[in-house]
């Protein structure tokens, strides 16, 4: 089942959640950390370093290849079954129908027409199936390079977010508060909790927007 990397998911708004926590609260702001090595660990393991990477490996293309061979062979089965059928059902106009859609049993061929097309249908039908599910299997490792595209930027936008984040935090509690004394820092904490939320959303779709020119341009 293929895992939909959109931006503005649950672990996003926690992080916005974290962010704001951050500015008032020494205990958000480690949380905030825990998450910002989560994204840097999990960015480091996809080793996405060019963007030939995003391609098949050995392994999926062996995989595929061997997929669309057993995609073809069943392609054949399914089509020998049903010129069989159509050879039967073509024979079968020459023989009177009942009301219920049997075919007439007085003579042989249709009493042998009552038995085999019920069972070439059965097997048509069966095979239809597995063509559909190899073809389904198929189209997902042909979209693979744009899923894994699409795990990089996500996965790449939340690191980087999250550092711009600790960095500004940073700033703004060893530096900005140092300077500034108690009673004038409570006073603009609202505007600097704001200027920090508007600066993290623009850099974050600022990224985005570039990652994904860049890998799909």
Do not use: H
Not at 29 to 45: K, T
Not at 168 to 181: E, G, H, P, Q, R
Request: glycine fraction near 4%.
């Amino acid at each position: 089942m293929k895992k939909k990397y959109k931006l503005l998911n649950f672990n996003f708004f926690i992080c916005f959640v974290f962010i704001v926590g951050s500015m008032v609260s020494t205990g958000m702001f480690l949380f905030l950390l825990i998450y910002f090595i989560y994204y840097e660990i999990r960015n480091w393991r996809l080793k996405f370093y060019y963007s030939y990477d995003f391609y098949l490996s050995k392994q999926e293309e062996k995989e595929y290849n061997s997929l669309k061979k057993n995609f073809n062979d069943i392609l054949l089965k399914a089509k020998k079954v049903e010129n069989s059928l159509l050879s039967y059902l073509v024979q079968g106009r020459s023989v009177k129908k009942n009301k219920n859609g049997s075919y007439s049993a007085r003579t042989s061929l249709g009493k042998k027409l009552n038995r085999v097309i019920p069972e070439l249908q059965r097997k048509l039908n069966i095979e239809i199936k597995n063509v559909d599910k190899i073809e389904k299997e198929l189209d997902e490792y042909e979209n693979l390079p744009q899923e894994k595209a699409k795990k990089y930027i996500y996965f790449s936008t939340m690191r980087n977010m999250l550092r711009f984040t600790v960095l500004t935090l940073f700033i703004f509690n060893f530096i900005i508060l140092a300077i500034l004394s108690k009673e004038v820092s409570n006073e603009y904490l609202g505007g600097f909790i704001i200027f920090q939320l508007l600066a993290t959303t623009f850099y974050c779709i600022w990224y985005y927007k570039k990652s994904s020119k860049e890998i799909y341009n």
